[in-house]
């Protein structure tokens, strides 16, 4: 059964460390979202891929978050140096989109806690 | 731009009752929607998804949505309410395919 896997499911750190979290899209798909989830704030777009071209990052934090896809297989989210207000569950989807809307492949999230 | 609203962030039915779950959004063109489930310490799941042809749309576990172009609205419905639809639930929006846009989610409280 294909799925986008995330890891870690859970990260407690510090405040100032660097923290990266992993996604492993759907076989095939070719756009690759990054979101984030707070009480708050709802979901926040913060990144998409195309074929692993950078498409849109206006969401993120640009000083501290990077987001890559080093090959198809996999796509990263880093944070340095973390903050208290990044606490967040993080969640990556996947999808297969060819000019018409596909759907989302969401990953289990990445529950981040930064002390 | 497009945006999505739902209106309540929470909404309690009985069990055996209609759940109905509002969503409106703004588009400038035809849009494609959806409608994610989220249960606790979960991803979000696809539950049905409009893009062209029949507007009444069935998806899992007995939900179904309509798309209302003249309302801007794209309901979600079950007639019955069970146990295990206690969970979050998200409108979505997409003109192009590139950025879907999310409403903020109405949390379905089931009593037994």
């Known amino acids: 059964d294909a799925r986008v896997t995330q890891t870690p499911r859970h990260k407690v750190t510090e405040m100032g460390q660097e923290v990266t979290m992993r996604c492993q899209p759907i076989?095939?798909?070719?756009?690759v979202f990054w979101y984030r989830q707070t009480m708050m704030q709802g979901l926040e777009l913060l990144a998409y891929f195309r074929n692993r071209a950078p498409l849109d990052d206006s969401g993120m934090p640009k000083d501290r978050f990077s987001a890559e896809m080093p090959d198809a297989t996999l796509a990263t989210l880093k944070i340095q140096p973390s903050e208290p207000r990044d606490s967040a569950v993080y969640f990556c989807?996947?999808?297969?989109?060819?000019?018409?809307?596909?759907?989302?492949?969401f990953g289990e999230g990445s529950r981040l806690t930064v002390l | 731009a497009q945006s999505v609203t739902q209106l309540g962030s929470h909404l309690s039915v009985s069990e055996g009752a209609l759940v109905l779950l509002r969503c409106n959004y703004s588009?400038?063109?035809?849009?494609?929607l959806f409608w994610y489930v989220q249960y606790p310490n979960q991803g979000l799941q696809l539950l049905l998804k409009y893009t062209t042809g029949a507007t009444l749309v069935k998806g899992i576990n007995g939900f179904e949505a309509e798309f209302k172009k003249s309302e801007t609205s794209f309901h979600l419905t079950k007639p019955s309410a069970h146990m295990s639809d206690a969970a979050e639930y998200f409108c979505?929006?997409?003109?192009?395919?590139?950025?879907?846009?999310f409403g903020t989610g109405t949390s379905l409280t089931v009593i037994p």
């Open positions: 076989l095939g798909h070719n756009t």
């Open positions: 979505a929006v997409s003109e192009t395919g590139n950025q879907f846009y």
């Open positions: 989807a996947s999808g297969l989109f060819w000019g018409l809307a596909g759907e989302l492949f």
């Open positions: 588009s400038s063109v035809p849009p494609y």
